[in-house]
């Protein structure tokens, strides 16, 4: 599907002068390269796929349409993410150090701007997320050697040459010479239409005059490419921003919605294997929608079972979803989830709450109850326990005096 999108809008953009063909091809190129980038880059460089020994598709091989190199990726998600999901100070998503997202984070002024530069960071999020891949704590504390920062600092003026040229240049360019050969073609004769070019077309007609007539047919061919150029660039862009809004959109839904519980470090000193799990299903949020939904978020709408799971192919996370909430009604955990709608809302009101100094943590869903199915009452993990756990260490979660549940495992025999 991602392939047949890609070549059909490129196709679709050789004609982008015509606003319905701008259209088609600016949806058909978001679309592809939204499924390039969740459905497929994410999950192929989280190693879901290596199991088939495929040379091509494997995460040691694989590299993806972003400014982001696969390498520093890797590292900065795959291990740092994932294996210190949530915990203030370690997990460098929480925020991408840029923004307040946690009332426990100190407030700065310079949040005040972060509404602001929340806009920014939706519009160029590929280039947002391969800055913060750089780690800055690390570059600031000596972690980081010269030589390293200076291979990730090519790594990413590389890759963010090859975008450029490949979405800026080169393509608008084939676009600009087929329209100008068109153009050409049409005006010579081949193509007759009662406008202005038929002028043109009788001066090309003339014998002797073959000085003027590629003169006429520059001038043409100059136009007719310069406008398409520049209406391909246009679309080029266009599907950028919207593939980079959909990823911030959905990234965010999964990790800041106020259903999430975040930690800090003395909190998880001896966390054991369990209790990694059990911070992995609570530090993260899922987002109800249909099959199609799931397939362009790359199933990240299970975001969920994805952290319990991340090397686990992304199409079984919607398999393992029941046995997962069976667990969580089981251990009295709460199963957060809820529409695209609800989840996208509660992360800006926090962004631009958090903006502001103070700010607490917002109640956190009750157990889950999965009742008779999904349409029982809390099925989605949403709903808030109207007599909770007391607060403290024996309460209802790590640094939470809000509504919320237990989040610790049960004592051992």
Not at 89 to 100: N, Q, T, V
Not at 179 to 200: E, I, T
Not at 365 to 394: I, K, L, Q, T
Request: glycine letters at 10%; a positive charge; proline letters at 6%.
């Amino acid at each position: 599907m991602h392939r047949r999108l890609l070549v059909m809008s490129r196709v679709e953009l050789l004609a982008s002068r015509s606003k319905l063909a701008w259209l088609f091809g600016t949806g058909s190129l978001s679309l592809a390269k939204i499924l390039e980038n969740m459905e497929i880059g994410h999950n192929v460089l989280h190693g879901q796929w290596d199991w088939m020994n495929d040379p091509y598709i494997n995460s040691s091989t694989w590299d993806w349409d972003t400014a982001s190199t696969a390498e520093a990726w890797k590292h900065s998600h795959n291990y740092v993410h994932h294996t210190y999901t949530n915990i203030r100070g370690k997990d460098k998503d929480l925020g991408y150090e840029i923004m307040r997202i946690d009332p426990h984070q100190k407030w700065h002024p310079v949040y005040l701007a972060q509404p602001f530069y929340n806009l920014l960071l939706m519009a160029f999020f590929e280039w947002g997320v391969a800055v913060h891949d750089l780690d800055f704590d690390a570059i600031r504390s000596g972690e980081k050697s010269k030589a390293q920062i200076k291979r990730e600092l090519k790594g990413i003026r590389t890759k963010g040459r090859a975008q450029i040229v490949k979405d800026y240049v080169a393509w608008p360019l084939i676009s600009a010479l087929a329209a100008a050969a068109f153009d050409v073609a049409r005006s010579s004769g081949k193509l007759g239409q009662r406008s202005g070019r038929a002028r043109l077309v009788a001066r090309l007609r003339r014998r002797g005059r073959g000085r003027r007539a590629l003169e006429d047919a520059a001038r043409l061919a100059l136009a007719s490419g310069s406008r398409t150029y520049r209406t391909t660039v246009a679309a080029n862009a266009t599907a950028n921003v919207v593939r980079n809004v959909w990823s911030y959109a959905i990234i965010f839904c999964g990790h800041f919605p106020d259903q999430t519980y975040t930690f800090n470090e003395e909190e998880v000193a001896d966390e054991s294997r369990g209790a990694w799990y059990v911070r992995q299903m609570v530090g993260a949020a899922n987002i109800e929608g249909s099959a199609l939904f799931h397939v362009i978020s790359g199933n990240l709408g299970y975001q969920v079972e994805h952290h319990l799971f991340p090397d686990m192919p992304s199409t079984r996370y919607a398999e393992i979803a029941p046995r997962v909430k069976e667990i969580c009604e089981r251990y009295g955990l709460p199963y957060n989830s809820g529409p695209f709608g609800q989840q996208l809302g509660m992360v800006q009101r926090t962004i631009l709450r958090l903006a502001f100094p103070g700010g607490r943590p917002r109640p956190k869903p009750g157990p889950y109850r999965g009742g008779d199915g999904d349409s029982a009452p809390h099925a989605n993990g949403d709903g808030r326990v109207a007599d909770p756990e007391p607060a403290g260490p024996h309460g209802s979660g790590p640094e939470q005096p809000d509504d919320g549940v237990r989040v610790s495992l049960p004592g051992r025999d």
